[in-house]
């Protein structure tokens, strides 16, 4: 299959190329900048990605591309772009300030197929602290700001070489998508063949000859990643495939009971276990977030052991593992730097052989493809919900009264939402007890002395970065009327308006 190669230097935005790429239909692959692969028969371009970084640093990252440079295309977007002219002939030097947000090309090269159709004046975001002040040998410019001469370039090598300055795969580059499609579909000839409804044909196909008659096990979360595997799996391979879905008495109201009954109506065979007494017995009188979570991961391979145990013919264990899991494991040296629930091996004593059919996917390509196996709506567009559940939304010990009060304020609050037209608009959603703390407040003609809830609700494309969402004043003060009157023991509602950096989505 054709497809793009991404070189990773560092950029927060790395991701954010594979996406785009993605969306015109054509496979790419992100990898550390010293990674690339020694077969690449099947790659028509290549991307360099921006990175933190000067070129000139001491610590910078460089990479020899005479083995690429003249047989493919290639587009060096900010640090890549300064990359190739540093080490082609260029200049590049501090821009005294940096450089960051919204500029507009006062020149743009029409003639250039990298501009192919843009307008005049368009405006683009520029994230650098640094300037191509000489271009490399043989380059031409091809567009400027007001403030960056040299906002794109040009070699025309025997196969074209490129460099922006500005990053075209944000949202703030207007005609961003455009530039990349110019790039990936008409300079690299992308056939466009990268499809939700192609990647079913072809991983079925795959998961047949790859599993054959035997038997796989699927811990089941209630995701809709572990959700598109079980129905694609069940496409693949029928009743080989049997689904665990463990309880640990930290999920959402009714949810156990919803997500059972909705497993079963897609016709899959599902081991319901409610193991929620363990869990919480070993969770009781502690309070520090890393602690629960090991607590909660530990019990979760145990219970999830117990029960595959009891399957003995199994040989295959599948799980959600997704693109963006893999690639947030590993650092672009390599090196893992920060372990994820779904990237970590097998445990020891299972013997098992790993299956991962969409390790390959974004998180919006696993809904199209969930969508293009059929499934129900509200499991495709299911907000993200954290591993260790309301563990880590309470923020204090655990305890079954702290989570029957988070699950009812919980229910309200996404129950609001729903009515609201808002959560489709929600990347992710939930309410947070704060169990530690206590305010005082007047209920009736009494005084009461109870938790505050904190709301918390995003808006993302990859949870990578994030911004709290815009939600109107008049359902905020809905949501917290329903809840205090509604859920004893709270009696303060507030919103978290921080973003992502430096906030992270969930508190704990």
């Not at 029928?238 to 999920?251: A, K, S, Y």
């Not at 911004?467 to 509602?493: C, T």
Request: proline share 4%; with cysteine; charged share 25%.
């Amino acid at each position: 299959m054709q497809k793009i190669i991404i070189l990773d230097f560092g950029s927060q935005t790395t991701q954010l190329i594979g996406r785009r790429v993605r969306e015109l239909n054509t496979f790419c692959e992100i990898l550390p900048y010293n990674k690339y692969p020694e077969d690449d028969k099947d790659v028509i371009g290549v991307i360099l990605s921006g990175s933190p970084l000067s070129v000139y640093a001491d610590d910078a990252f460089h990479v020899d591309l005479s083995h690429i440079r003249g047989r493919l295309p290639i587009l060096g977007i900010c640090y890549g772009a300064q990359l190739i002219s540093y080490n082609y002939g260029g200049r590049v030097e501090s821009a005294g300030t940096r450089e960051y947000g919204r500029q507009h090309l006062q020149y743009i090269d029409a003639t250039c197929p990298l501009f192919r159709g843009f307008d005049e004046h368009s405006q683009v975001w520029m994230s650098h602290g640094d300037s191509i002040t000489r271009l490399p040998e043989g380059a031409r410019r091809i567009a400027s700001t007001e403030t960056v001469e040299n906002a794109a370039y040009f070699i025309p090598d025997a196969q074209p070489v490129y460099g922006t300055q500005f990053h075209p795969e944000v949202f703030h580059t207007l005609q961003g998508t455009l530039l990349l499609k110019n790039f990936v579909v008409d300079i690299c000839g992308s056939r466009q063949e990268w499809s939700a409804e192609k990647f079913v044909e072809t991983t079925v196909h795959e998961l047949r000859e790859q599993i054959g008659s035997d038997r796989v096990i699927l811990g089941l979360s209630g995701g809709v990643d572990s959700s598109v595997v079980a129905v694609l799996l069940n496409h693949a391979i029928g009743d080989q495939l049997t689904c665990i879905f463990v309880d640990h008495g930290m999920l959402r109201k009714n949810e156990f009971r919803d997500v059972m009954r909705d497993y079963e109506g897609l016709g899959l065979n599902v081991i319901g276990v409610d193991a929620s007494d363990k869990f919480l017995s070993d969770l009781s009188g502690v309070k520090e977030p890393e602690q629960k979570r090991k607590i909660i991961g530990r019990d979760f391979v145990e219970v999830f052991n117990a029960e595959a145990q009891k399957i003995t013919d199994a040989k295959w264990l599948a799980q959600g593992t997704i693109y963006p899991d893999r690639i947030e494991s590993l650092n672009i040296t390599g090196k893992v730097i920060k372990s994820h629930h779904n990237v970590g091996g097998l445990p020891k004593d299972m013997h098992l052989k790993l299956c991962e059919p969409i390790r390959w996917l974004f998180k919006d390509e696993v809904r199209r493809v969930g969508r293009s196996l059929g499934m129900p709506e509200h499991l495709i567009t299911r907000h993200p919900f954290p591993g260790p559940g309301l563990a880590v939304r309470i923020l204090g010990d655990i305890t079954r009264e702290k989570i029957h009060i988070l699950q009812e304020a919980d229910d309200i609050y996404i129950r609001n939402l729903r009515e609201a037209g808002l959560y489709d608009q929600i990347w992710q959603a939930g309410a947070i007890l704060l169990s530690e703390v206590r305010s005082v407040g007047v209920m009736g003609d009494e005084r009461t002395y109870e938790n505050p809830i904190a709301l918390r609700a995003v808006t993302s494309s990859d949870a990578m970065t994030a911004d709290f969402a815009h939600i109107p004043y008049e359902v905020l003060a809905k949501i917290s009327n329903e809840i205090i009157n509604k859920v004893k023991g709270v009696n303060r509602v507030c919103y978290d308006i921080s973003s992502k950096p430096p906030s992270t989505i969930e508190w704990e």
